[in-house]
C-alpha cells in the first residue's frame, strides 16, 4: 500500500508560480509512475502530467505544455509539480496518484483509472 500527500497549493495570481509535492509513503514509490490530474467543480477528473519510475519520461495535458513541469527525487519519495504563468482556468483541486506496477514499461497511463493509489488532493487557486 503507498499513502500520498500532496503540499504546496494555495491562492496565486494570475502570471504567478506554485510548486505542488506529492509526498509518499509505504511500498516502494521509486518503482511506480506517477501523475498529477486536476478536477475543476462540476468538471471530470482530468489528466495534467505523468512521470516514468526513473524520471527519464514524461508527459503533459497539451494546456499545460510550456508551462508546468513534472520530477521527482526517489531518495526523498517525492514528486513535484512546477506550476509557472499560472492561469485562472488550472484553479482546481489537483490530486497525485501512483500507478502501482513497478517497473512500468512503455507509454505512462494518462487516465484516472490507470493509476491506483491517489492522494487527498489538494485546492489551487489561481485569481484573475
Known amino acids: 500500500q503507498v499513502q500520498l500527500v500532496e503540499s504546496g497549493g494555495g491562492l496565486v495570481q494570475a502570471g504567478g508560480s506554485l510548486r505542488l509535492s506529492c509526498a509518499a509513503s509505504?511500498?516502494?514509490?521509486?518503482?511506480?509512475?506517477v501523475g498529477w490530474f486536476r478536477q475543476a467543480p462540476g468538471k471530470e477528473r482530468a489528466f495534467v502530467a505523468t512521470?516514468?519510475?526513473?524520471?527519464?519520461?514524461?508527459a503533459y495535458a497539451d494546456s499545460v505544455k510550456e508551462r508546468f513541469s513534472i520530477s521527482r527525487d526517489n531518495a526523498k519519495n517525492t514528486v513535484y509539480l512546477q506550476m509557472n504563468s499560472l492561469k485562472p482556468e488550472d484553479t482546481a483541486v489537483y490530486y497525485c496518484?501512483?500507478?502501482?506496477?513497478?517497473?512500468?514499461?512503455?507509454?505512462?497511463?494518462?487516465?484516472?483509472?490507470?493509476?491506483?493509489?491517489w492522494g487527498q488532493g489538494i485546492q489551487v487557486t489561481v485569481s484573475s
Open positions: 509505504g511500498r516502494p514509490f521509486s518503482s511506480y509512475s
Open positions: 496518484a501512483a500507478e502501482g506496477i513497478p517497473y512500468r514499461v512503455g507509454p505512462l497511463p494518462q487516465i484516472p483509472n490507470g493509476y491506483r493509489f
Open positions: 512521470i516514468g519510475w526513473s524520471g527519464s519520461s514524461t
